[in-house]
């Protein structure tokens, strides 16, 4: 069982830091550091198969930066996502 098992909401936070990559010519260039915050809120109902619903928030802040710098021959520069938004229906069969 459990130890959460009674409960019916529930709120997570993660968070993810990047320190920046090595990059240029000889490896001499670091790109900026990152930090992105990823929420999810749910609640499960009371019901037989114990149904949940998540509504999670990834980039919370909108945080913009490169994972891949290009240098125009090796093709080009590559950001990460912006903020975005999913529901998500969970049923528990079993």
């Known amino acids: 069982m459990l130890h959460d098992a ?3 909401n ?3 936070v993660r968070m993810n830091y990047g320190s920046g990559f090595h990059t240029g010519i000889n490896n001499t260039l670091a ?3 990152h930090t992105t915050v990823d929420v999810s809120v ?3 109902f009371n019901m037989p198969t114990k ?3 998540i509504f999670d928030v990834f980039n919370l ?3 913009i930066y490169a994972y891949r710098l290009g240098t125009g021959f090796f093709g080009n520069s590559q950001y990460a996502p912006l903020r975005r938004f999913d ?3 969970l049923f528990h069969f079993g």
């Open 6 to 8: 009674d409960r019916w």
């Open 10 to 12: 529930s709120l997570s």
């Open 31 to 33: 790109a900026p550091e």
């Open 42 to 44: 749910s609640h499960t």
């Open 51 to 53: 149904p949940q619903i």
């Open 61 to 63: 802040f909108n945080d």
């Open 87 to 89: 529901v998500r229906l």
